[in-house]
């Protein structure tokens, strides 16, 4: 069974300095290498993007939780860019993000990252530049890979697992009003329908499906004919109510940890709800022992994802503090406001230390946004009139016109960025700071 492990493990500079000096003088547990790659989506269907190593996605990597780790980013591109590592609470000067101090690695040279991942669950990596209308950069490009941090505990609750990273490509701007960002190419694991290896099952197996949306910009909506997914983690955490569910709702940045149980021999779809996306590529074949022919898609029932189906009661103790972000669009419709105003100027967060700070996140527009605070877990407190407690995230969806509320607990004193994950809306000014006190 998948495990949370989260706030009571936290990361400090102190422990990251104790291994920095011994990190400088062995080899690097991994090397990237940033550069520009000729990548086949399908046959006769290449593309030229930013890639890790040379393949989408990057290389999936497997760390011990609480185990030192060194990893050497070599950028052979033409401009600075830096690696964020989603989901771990580590230190800021090696989280990614140029606005908390960790320093970018210069056009054709190379840094060395040395932290101790924690917590434990399915994280990501992926580049943190800022894009603007520069599609070519950022999370547009094909710099994104899967990172799984073991705890050693024993799974036992399933056979084996199967990646699945969404991804889009040739994005280009629709020239509305407001801006907006559409995309050619849809992609599970590098490749559009058809062009990957199925993934192949035996009937009776139970698979772990990590599921990770890398989307610069959309939500997924996931399905398998056939077949529901038992949904154990969210963002790597462990939910407090395992749920079985037809379709899982994924937005940018979230992750789903879902065993499914094969039962329903053939050879099947799986991919996005929508028929243009999967037209456009999104979907990869399940293919049974022993089944042959064209995979088949039938929709799925109705369903409505609520966060709150896959958490507890709402017990949480008061908290020491509160603040109230409120997201707004200018009137171009496409810059972004938090409290009246965009970044750098949008004021930060400020928390003490020990303390458990509440924020109240106030959606005044017509657009979800899934919004990421790095180096930090928080607990899921209300999304619009769902109250709820015990579901730990990083990227939590605030609908539409509706208000959200989540914990902080704060105990990762340093820098940390606040951010609307579509990297459009990021690159226009949704975005502040958390601070300590």
Known sequence: MLRRHFLALPVGALASAMHRAQAQDRPADLTLRIAET??????????????????????????????PFVVDVINDSAEEDLVHWHGLHIPSDVDGAVEQGTPPVPAHSRRRYEF??????????????????????????GQAGLMIVEDGQDPG????????????????????????????????????????EPIRVKPGERVLFRIVNASATLMHHIALPGHRFNVVALDGNTVPTPTVVPVLDIAPGERVD?????TTPGVWWLGDTRTAQRDAGMAIAVEY??????????????????????????????PDAKSTLVFRAEPDGHHWLINGKGYPKADPIV???????????????????????????????????????????????????????????????????????????????????????
């Open 289 to 318: 022992a022993g089944a042959s022919g064209a995979p088949r898609w039938l929709p799925p029932p109705p369903f409505t994802w609520d966060y709150g189906t896959f958490a507890g009661a709402d017990t949480q103790a008061p």
């Open 116 to 141: 101790v991942p924690q917590p434990s669950g399915t994280r990501w990596y992926h580049s943190h530049r800022m894009a603007h209308t520069d599609l070519r950069k950022g999370t547009y490009s």
């Open 351 to 437: 928390v003490r230390e020990g303390t458990r700070h509440r924020l109240i996140l106030d959606n005044q527009s017509a657009d979800d946004h899934p919004v990421h605070l790095h180096r930090h877990t928080f607990e899921v407190v209300r999304v619009g009139d769902r109250r709820m407690g015990g579901l730990m995230k990083d990227v939590l969806v605030v609908p539409a016109w509706k208000q959200a509320e989540i914990d902080i607990p704060a105990v990762h004193p340093g820098l940390s960025l606040f951010h609307c994950h579509q990297q459009f809306h990021m690159d226009m000014g949704f975005m502040t700071m958390l601070r300590y006190a």
């Open 157 to 196: 609750r399933y056979d084996r697992e199967v990646p699945i990273f969404l991804k889009e490509f040739e994005p280009y701007l629709r020239r509305n009003r407001p801006l907006d960002v559409e995309f050619r190419a849809f992609t599970i694991n590098g490749r559009m329908a058809g062009a990957a």
């Open 258 to 262: 879902a065993i499914v149980d094969m």
């Open 38 to 67: 000729s990548w086949e989506l399908a046959p006769k269907h290449s593309i030229k993007t930013l890639t890790y190593n040379g393949q989408i996605p990057g290389p999936l990597v497997r760390v011990r939780a609480g185990q």
